[in-house]
């Protein structure tokens, strides 16, 4: 059975900041987000599939997790 769920919208953004300092030509900071779901969307899942089941084509829950984002410091030298 070939069932579609609702249109999938999300939005993943990453932005990095380099910084040189001076301990070798090469040396710097890497700082870093990450952030999945911009816009913290709900979106609702896929309906039920199976035929058989009284809930066939309903659909139950959230297809998409609460915003997340991620820090990071990298050090390059």
């Given at each position: 059975?070939?069932?579609?769920?609702?249109?999938?919208?999300?939005?993943?953004?990453?932005?990095?900041?380099?910084?040189?300092f001076?301990?070798?030509?090469?040396?710097?900071?890497?700082?870093?987000?990450?952030?999945?779901?911009?816009?913290?969307?709900?979106?609702?899942?896929d309906?039920?599939?199976?035929?058989?089941?009284p809930?066939?084509?309903?659909?139950f829950?959230?297809?998409?997790?609460?915003?997340?984002?991620?820090?990071?410091?990298?050090?390059?030298?």
């Open positions: 059975h070939d069932v579609r769920g609702p249109a999938l919208h999300s939005e993943n953004v990453s932005i990095i900041k380099r910084t040189p001076r301990l070798t030509e090469t040396s710097c900071f890497d700082f870093r987000v990450d952030i999945r779901n911009l816009f913290n969307r709900a979106g609702i899942g309906p039920v599939t199976d035929v058989s089941s809930y066939f084509g309903r659909i829950g959230n297809r998409y997790e609460p915003r997340q984002l991620q820090i990071g410091l990298r050090v390059n030298f």
